[in-house]
């Protein structure tokens, strides 16, 4: 895609800089984890200063999947708390819940007179769907609600709606972003003028694995997470029940293919890890040992992080606040764009 810059319409930037826009979407499903911390937490907080920066909570994306209102409810503040204790300012960024910004429903109906049906049939989690009806002898729509088809133009509008210019995303979301771009390519092509914003995806270079209690990749659909807010003694004792193999005390290890030691990796210093690894091939250094220097790593880095997101869990009307602040900010930017379609569709009046 050529880089594209939206020049005419209006300037939403207060005036004075003219920051690229980021926009990022953050599913609230489960309870923040390790991985989504290093994996997108961390990356995605990076941006903000070179960025004028956008996070919200895609709640109504979440709603596909998850019925249980107090589940949902819970799961929206603890995905926002987490952020916010993960260094989300929201003085310097705008950060909301997609489910205040009513336009976002607005301009996804719009978008759908401009997405064709079998751009969504491609859609790889729609189609993976289909196909694991398939494979169980399932009718291939089983479970298949109209909130997973049109995932990709909710997410759409999502993006669009805020004039995003990149859009930073883990590989597995590059479809969908893709197909935003080509649903706004479709809007700006059949009023031939640059409407909206083609959006591109930022996929930050592959983060290492981040290892899981079982040494298989972390995820929550293995169960094999470790929380990212858990108590002190719950972390450890989560710690303690990584899978090791039964290699004696005295023997020496391989640093290099124990799991334990690639998630040490990933909070200790350089030196820290040269220490380290040299003691696992000294031998006289059992697993026990190890976790406990892992335990220590990781609870240096996320004891600062533990305590402010239990301050803001103890204020829930604090975090009402802050999310409702940053939908006052982000609907006049929503409500020009939706405005700035309708003129352009007719039906402005
Ligand atoms: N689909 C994204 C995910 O599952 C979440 C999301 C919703 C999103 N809307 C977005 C991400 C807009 C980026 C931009 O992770």
């Not at 926009?23 to 390790?34: E, F, Q, S």
């Not at 941006?47 to 819970?74: C, Q, S, V």
């Not at 291939?140 to 990709?152: I, Q, S």
């Not at 602040?325 to 009046?349: C, L, M, N, Y």
Request: aromatic share 8%; with cysteine.
């Amino acid at each position: 895609m050529p880089p594209y810059l939206y020049i005419s319409g209006l300037s939403r930037y207060d005036g004075s800089t003219m920051k690229k826009i980021a926009l990022t979407g953050i599913k609230p499903t489960g309870d923040p984890h390790i991985a989504n911390y290093l994996g997108s937490i961390k990356p995605a907080l990076a941006l903000a200063g070179e960025y004028d920066a956008r996070y919200f909570i895609a709640d109504y994306h979440a709603l596909n999947t998850m019925k249980d209102p107090r589940e949902l409810a819970a799961c929206i503040r603890k995905v926002a708390a987490g952020w916010l204790a993960g260094g989300l300012d929201p003085e310097k960024v705008i950060f909301y819940r997609q489910s205040s910004i009513p336009e976002t429903f607005e301009l996804a109906s719009l978008l759908m007179a401009f997405t064709s049906k079998g751009l969504m049939n491609r859609a790889h989690a729609y189609k993976a769907a289909v196909q694991d009806n398939a494979e169980r002898g399932a009718d291939p729509d089983a479970g298949v609600n109209m909130g997973l088809f049109t995932y990709p133009v909710l997410m759409a509008a999502d993006i669009i709606l805020f004039d995003a210019d990149i859009v930073p995303v883990g590989q597995d979301q590059v479809q969908h972003i893709e197909m935003a771009q080509d649903i706004a390519q479709a809007v700006n092509f059949n009023y031939k003028q640059e409407l909206f914003k083609l959006p591109q995806a930022a996929v930050q270079e592959q983060v290492a694995v981040v290892p899981g209690l079982d040494g298989r990749k972390m995820s929550k659909s293995y169960g094999n997470t470790i929380p990212l807010f858990a108590s002190e003694a719950m972390l450890l004792k989560t710690i303690k029940r990584m899978v090791t193999d039964s290699q004696p005390v005295e023997a020496p290890k391989d640093p290099e293919t124990s799991q334990i030691f690639l998630l040490y990796k990933l909070f200790a210093t350089k030196d820290e890890q040269t220490a380290l690894a040299a003691r696992y091939r000294g031998g006289g250094m059992g697993w026990g040992e190890a976790k406990e220097e892992l335990f220590r790593v990781i609870n240096r880095e996320l004891a600062p992080l533990r305590e402010r997101y239990n301050a803001i869990m103890a204020d829930l009307a604090g975090l009402d606040r802050i999310l409702a602040r940053g939908a006052e900010k982000a609907r006049p930017i929503a409500a020009a764009t939706v405005a700035r379609f309708r003129k352009a569709a007719g039906i402005d009046w």
